[in-house]
């Protein structure tokens, strides 16, 4: 502490002050403070000031122009997700109407080709009964001719025998199991 006080003293000394030098206010110094702050302010706004504030200025343009583009870009996001959003929604609507006209052709393709299959077996019957029919006239005129045939061997076998009504009669049937 006495260092202290001594070094006061010493200051007191020097400016002929008792009182705390700092705040001592001396005119010339005063003067000269001023002059040096606004000389240093002079040169700062001079050379320093305003590339500081130009420099500033860009960044806070590079800033606005980066949020404008950042902005930009989620707009731009935003509708290529809707864009997103619609294609699929399309794609899928396409895809049903595919699908429903896929059905619907295969329900078609499948109601004809069972139309056809139908017909194709209506003709077939249709020509199977047609040849049922011509094989039973074949087989009826087969057997008529038979019959006339047969008639006739009867008749002539009875015509040769000439016999009495009642062999005849006897000779026919036996003739006719004969046959048969």
Known sequence: MTD??????????????????????DPGLTIWTWLVF????????????????????????????SILDAERVAKELEDTLEKKKSIIHEA??????????????AE????????????????????????????????L?????YSVKLGLEIASKIIQDNLNDEKNHRLAKKYLEEIN
């Open 92 to 105: 899928n609507l396409e895809a049903r109407k595919l699908i429903d006209n896929s059905k619907a052709s």
């Open 38 to 65: 606004f000389t240093l302010l002079w040169v700062l706004y001079k050379f320093a000031w305003k590339p500081i504030l130009k420099n500033l200025d860009a960044r806070e343009e590079k800033i606005k122009n």
């Open 141 to 145: 005129a087969e057997l008529k001719s």
């Open 108 to 139: 078609k393709v499948r109601a004809e080709l069972e139309a056809k299959a139908r017909e194709e077996a209506n003709l077939i019957l249709a020509n199977a009964n047609k040849k049922i029919e011509s094989e039973t006239q074949k087989a």
């Open 4 to 25: 202290v006080k001594s070094s006061y003293e010493t200051l007191s000394f020097v400016y002929g002050q008792s009182e705390n030098p700092f705040f001592a206010v």
